[in-house]
């Protein structure tokens, strides 16, 4: 406080919203960047914090409003692009995710959770075809982390194509990866109670 008293910067900001969020006020660090968007209205950091808070505090709505400021000072924004795309996605709207998914390929970012995203837009967006390439692609770039995850995923297209063979073996080696996969066991019982195998 002292330090915003004698020169007000940008990061001296950032760096008590911090503390405040570590103390869990998050109320307090929100006035403390609200503050600090007066005096700096044209840093893109401020307001991503804020967009962060927000969230943080389940108030989407005015979190997508700052993430969309922060996209018109920085257009390149990755955190932005990347919050924007799952508001869309969980809003049921996985065409308008896909685009901002595209955008962040087009920027360089090259991961195996950015293409697991992609391929559930798709599949939601009943571009089934893309759906599968995508998540063949983040096979391709997956560590042993987050590999059951993308299984898992496979497993769901299966089940929503009537593929009950191919969301068996994919929920089957999800398991295989991370045997403490919740979700895929639940739904390898339930493939198996359909099968009427209920002593397996």
């Given amino acids: 406080r002292s330090s915003i008293k004698a020169q007000p910067t940008v990061t001296t900001y950032l760096e008590l919203c911090n503390v405040y ?10 006035d403390l960047l609200t503050e600090a968007s007066e005096k700096f209205t044209a840093e893109p950091r401020i307001l991503l914090g804020i967009g962060r808070l927000h969230d943080m505090l389940h108030d989407s709505t005015t979190a997508i409003g700052y993430y969309k400021k922060v996209l018109s000072l920085e257009a390149s924004n990755v955190e932005s692009i990347a919050c924007l795309g799952a508001h869309f996605f969980y809003s049921d709207q996985p065409e308008v995710s ?3 998914y595209r955008r962040l390929l087009q920027m360089g970012v ?4 950015l293409w697991n995203n992609l391929g559930l837009c798709c599949f939601y967006a009943s571009q089934y075809d893309m759906a599968l390439n995508c998540f063949e692609r983040a096979l391709s770039m997956s560590s042993d982390d987050n590999m059951a995850d993308v299984w898992y995923n496979i497993g769901h297209v299966g089940v929503a194509l009537g593929d009950l063979g191919l969301a068996y073996q994919a929920f089957k080696v999800a398991v295989s990866v991370d045997p403490t996969h919740g979700e895929a ?13 209920v002593d397996v």
């Fill in 21 to 30: 969020m570590r103390m869990d006020l998050p109320n307090t660090a929100l």
């Fill in 98 to 100: 896909i685009r901002y």
């Fill in 110 to 113: 090259n991961n195996t959770e």
């Fill in 185 to 197: 066991l639940n739904n390898i019982a339930v493939l198996e109670m359909r099968r009427q195998k």
